[in-house]
């Protein structure tokens, strides 16, 4: 009776562990890439210093991240910059955010274009812009191939 109760947990938890129930205490899953609008709710939920690396997983290793600059021209970056750059801000203890408002998501076979307003908190000072996300379904889901941003003028 006692091997069967046992066979019976060990079964239940291996299950809950299948479906995604985890273990209490256990780490959260990865992001799901199932769907763009998923995984523009992941690229909101998993910034933060605590989640980074699990947001960097977004995007794709050869992500393009462009934005104005100040003297007219366009700074291009690689996802090792643009993450560095994130991530040097969580590390000095930063308090940053961000949200989107108005979020439009065009589809295509196997790509996707968001574009959204977006307000960037940096220590409770709130900066907004324009956010363009390039998307393309792979073999392991949806990925972040480009991001494009621009902030509005104060």
């Not at 079964?11 to 763009?36: I, Y």
């Not at 600059?69 to 994130?86: K, M, N, P």
């Amino acid at each position: 009776m006692r091997s069967l109760w046992r066979r019976g947990l060990i079964a239940t938890a291996a299950l809950s562990l299948l479906l995604g129930g985890g273990v209490a205490g256990a780490q959260e899953p990865a992001p799901a890439r199932g769907s763009p609008e998923r995984l523009v709710e992941d690229y909101i939920r998993l910034y933060a210093g605590e989640t980074l690396d699990r947001w960097r997983a977004l995007f794709h290793p050869a992500l393009s991240v462009a934005d104005p600059d100040a003297g007219g021209g366009i700074r291009l970056r690689a996802l090792d910059e643009f993450f560095a750059t994130q991530k040097e801000r969580f590390d000095r203890g930063h308090e940053v955010s961000e949200r989107l408002e108005n979020v439009r998501i065009q589809r295509g076979r196997r790509i996707a274009s968001v574009s959204a307003d977006f307000i960037f908190s940096l220590d409770g000072t709130e900066r907004r812009g324009k956010l363009g996300l390039h998307l393309a379904e792979g073999s392991d889901g949806w990925r972040i191939v480009a991001l494009l941003f621009s902030y509005d003028r104060p």
